[in-house]
């Protein structure tokens, strides 16, 4: 039975996944995980131009980021079927389904903060 593939260099590569040993080495204080909760196109890559992550997640799939990365920008292209979480506390989607958002910065801290969450819909007036 094929087993969803967690591991970030396994996904970069598309290669067989590693074992539990080798995910739980990336497993850590801060540890980040995109977590797709319906079919999300995803990129993952340093500030610095390097893609680690570019492909669509499925519902259900995750995505650890790996331990010790900095400078890490994600877009997605279903911000509301995109959710991250750290240290196993996840948050609120990234905003509305469909919705596209770019180079959110992979930052513990400020995903913790909530400084990634989407911002509220502008007010908008309507013709009467």
Same mark, same amino acid.
């Given at each position: 039975r094929a087993r969803t593939c967690t591991h970030a260099s396994a996904v970069a590569r598309s290669t067989i996944c590693p074992g539990p040993d080798t995910i739980a080495m990336v497993s850590g204080p801060g540890q980040i995980v995109l @977590?797709? #909760?319906?079919?999300?196109?995803?990129? $993952? @890559?340093?500030?610095?131009?390097?893609? /680690? /992550?570019n492909r669509v997640l499925r519902g259900g799939e995750t995505w650890?980021?790996?331990? %010790?990365?900095?400078?890490? /920008?994600? #877009? #997605? %292209?279903?911000? %509301? %079927?995109? $959710? &991250?979480?750290?240290?196993?506390?996840?948050? +609120? +989607?990234?905003?509305?389904?469909?919705?596209?958002? @770019?180079? /959110? +910065?992979?930052?513990?801290?400020?995903? @913790?903060?909530?400084? &990634?969450a989407a911002a509220p819909p502008s007010a908008v007036a309507r013709q009467p």
């Open positions: @977590r797709a #909760t319906a079919d999300a196109w995803v990129q $993952v @890559r340093a500030r610095s131009g390097g893609v /680690l /992550l650890p980021v790996p331990a %010790g990365a900095a400078d890490l /920008l994600l #877009t #997605t %292209g279903n911000a %509301g %079927g995109t $959710v &991250l979480e750290v240290d196993g506390v996840a948050t +609120p +989607p990234l905003g509305a389904d469909g919705a596209v958002r @770019r180079d /959110l +910065p992979l930052d513990a801290a400020a995903i @913790r903060a909530g400084k &990634l």
